[in-house]
């Protein structure tokens, strides 16, 4: 370093320079995303929070609803929460199967598996506007309508790559010792995995159901054609159901200024959900890595 | 012993069920898209720009443009932005930094589209209707390509940037720290180590948010304008495969062919998305597997 100075120092110099001048632009772009988030999330909340009054979460909409007259979404709120949760329960039904067979009966680099986790991430791939058409397809196959339980299952289907793609990674956490440890007390697979793994991953797989549940409620593209609309309450499986992201969209399409404030506080009350579900998720994530076995 | 193999058989079942569904939907897709294939040759429907279902006229050029503008539009705005933020993240931010960002980050990836379409509405809309659009002195209505990819760059920048974090935090700190210790800035680890050990996995991630990006619907379609006609400029309208589908199907068809000019459509959109977030995917397993 001291034998020749004036060289260095200089290179020195310009290295340092574009060093900060790099860390300015990283600077710069990451306060760029946490405004454009933060502008998004603000704008919503600000534009729609003051049309939320409490009628629109305890009616449904009464005559002359579209017309500006009086009502609220209590149909769209009730019909979201419900396609959602059956959703997801039926997207549960098949991925907690399937996790525990990928993980406890399957070799890890075995052929069927592999095929089974290409075949998930193709499926996670696909947009939910395939999965919609798919859905009505399916419909006109069955003679069904559009419907809560068409609607249901199309829900289901976009959420299951999803729901299997997140367990399958929390169940893979479990460390390998403790399945060792059960099978060598005699327990068979099958009691290893629910006894022993899912309680250990539970906190993780409570997370990756509260993800599905999140996308099932937002979703729209894919109830678009398959659940249908409706004013009433749905109460059976047959009926159409309104949900929260349709509701918006019909809403905000109204030339009645009337209507699009209530397209604006729907959209509060999805928010205010997903915002929920998200807290949730933090919730549990943190528990995950509390519980962890060192 | 009986019960056990019984319960493998059964979950056995379970397992294959998205195998059977992934052919299922290509199967049926094919399926009611064959009437016109049999009619009319695939390259004349694809690169016919002629969209007039009541004269049988099914060109899906301009849906196929569409698509392709408004995508690569929201790509070149929303990758640069996010590589940056990841490398941020992975290299230069604080834990506290990291602990605010990463619930933003999954809030913004699980906000529904059709918010994201309100917020194009109310804020994108007329920003490049009033503004952008005089500004580079033309006129928009403010429902264009550029809109559609300012929205959709907001929406698959969570996605890119938090790939892109894991790919770049999976680089070994060894490798950094023997960089730092020959004497070289932040930079230039950035630059000659991290980067070059993880671009392959940075690219993924992009191609990732791509394939989000070709798909998406409900938002696109609600900023877009859903003009069938090939785009010129960024600040004309278009109308992307997936808006075609979302404005058209499920209405009962009665002109012939047009059902199955839909469902083709919806194929054309399945392979394209199919491709990228493949590639993408098993790109990112293998690495996470060198590493794990």
């Known amino acids: 370093m001291a034998s020749h100075p004036a060289g260095d120092n200089s290179r020195l110099k310009r290295r340092r320079r574009s060093e900060s001048v790099f860390k300015f632009i990283l600077l710069a772009s990451v306060i760029l995303v946490s405004l454009i988030l933060s502008v998004i999330l603000v704008s919503i909340l600000w534009k729609s929070l003051p049309a939320l009054k409490l009628s629109m979460i305890l009616k449904t909409p009464g005559t002359g609803y579209y017309l500006g007259q009086s009502g609220g979404i209590l149909n769209a709120i009730v019909g979201s929460i419900e396609i959602a949760f059956g959703a997801t329960f039926l997207a549960l039904v098949i991925a907690l199967p399937l996790v525990i067979y990928l993980n406890t009966y399957l070799k890890r680099r075995s052929f069927l598996a592999e095929v089974i986790r290409l075949s998930l991430d193709v499926l996670w791939g696909i947009p939910s506007i395939v999965y919609g058409v798919f859905g009505f397809l399916l419909m006109l196959m069955f003679h069904l309508r559009a419907s809560l339980l068409a609607g249901m299952i199309t829900i289901a289907l976009v959420e299951l790559p999803i729901l299997s793609r997140a367990m399958d990674e929390t169940i893979r956490l479990v460390p390998a010792e403790l399945k060792e440890a059960s099978y060598s007390l005699g327990a068979t697979r099958w009691t290893t995995a629910t006894r022993i793994v899912l309680r250990q991953a539970l906190p993780g797989l409570i997370t990756s159901v509260l993800i599905a549940l999140g996308r099932g409620l937002g979703d729209g593209a894919s109830v678009l054609f398959t659940a249908g609309y409706t004013d009433r309450l749905t109460t059976s499986l047959l009926q159409p159901v309104a949900t929260l992201p349709l509701a918006i969209f019909f809403q905000l399409a109204s030339p009645f200024p009337e209507v699009q404030q209530r397209a604006f506080a729907s959209a509060a009350i999805l928010t205010l959900l997903i915002l929920a579900i998200s807290l949730l998720t933090r919730f549990f994530g943190r528990k995950l890595s509390r519980n962890k076995i060192r | ?292």
Not at chain 2, 46 to 54: A, C, K
Not at chain 2, 90 to 106: F, N
Not at chain 2, 245 to 251: D, P, R, T, V, W
């Open chain 2, 1 to 292: 012993m009986k019960k056990e193999k019984g319960r493998q058989l059964a979950a056995g079942l379970f397992s294959l069920f998205p195998v059977f569904l992934t052919i299922a939907i290509f199967l049926l897709l094919l399926a009611k898209a064959f009437p016109l294939l049999s009619l009319k040759s695939l390259p004349d429907l694809i690169f016919s720009s002629v969209w007039q279902p009541q004269k049988g006229q099914f060109g899906l050029w301009p849906f196929i443009l569409g698509t392709i503008w408004v995508t690569i539009t929201a790509f070149i705005l929303a990758a640069p932005l996010s590589i940056l933020t990841a490398i941020y993240i992975s290299d230069y931010a604080s834990s506290r930094l990291k602990k605010w960002l990463a619930p933003v980050l999954d809030l913004l990836a699980g906000l529904p589209s059709v918010i994201y379409g309100m917020w194009g509405i109310l804020l994108i809309v007329p920003l490049v209707g009033k503004y952008l659009a005089p500004l580079f002195g033309t006129y928009s209505s403010g429902y264009s390509i550029l809109t559609a990819g300012l929205v959709l760059a907001v929406m698959i920048l969570p996605t890119i940037v938090n790939v892109s974090v894991e790919v770049l935090s999976a680089v070994p700190a060894d490798l950094k720290e023997a960089a730092l210790a020959l004497g070289a800035t932040r930079l230039e680890v950035v630059r000659y180590v991290v980067l070059k050990k993880s671009l392959p996995g940075v690219a993924a991630a992009c191609v990732l948010g791509l394939s989000r990006a070709f798909g998406e619907t409900i938002a696109v379609m609600m900023v877009v304008g859903n003009v069938p006609v090939a785009p010129t400029s960024l600040f004309s309208p278009a109308y992307p495969l997936p808006a075609l589908l979302a404005n058209n199907y499920g209405e009962m068809l009665s002109i012939p062919g047009y059902e199955s000019a839909l469902n083709l459509a919806a194929i054309i959109l399945l392979l394209i998305v199919i491709i990228f977030s493949l590639a993408a995917r098993i790109y990112l397993t293998r690495l996470g597997r060198r590493a794990g």
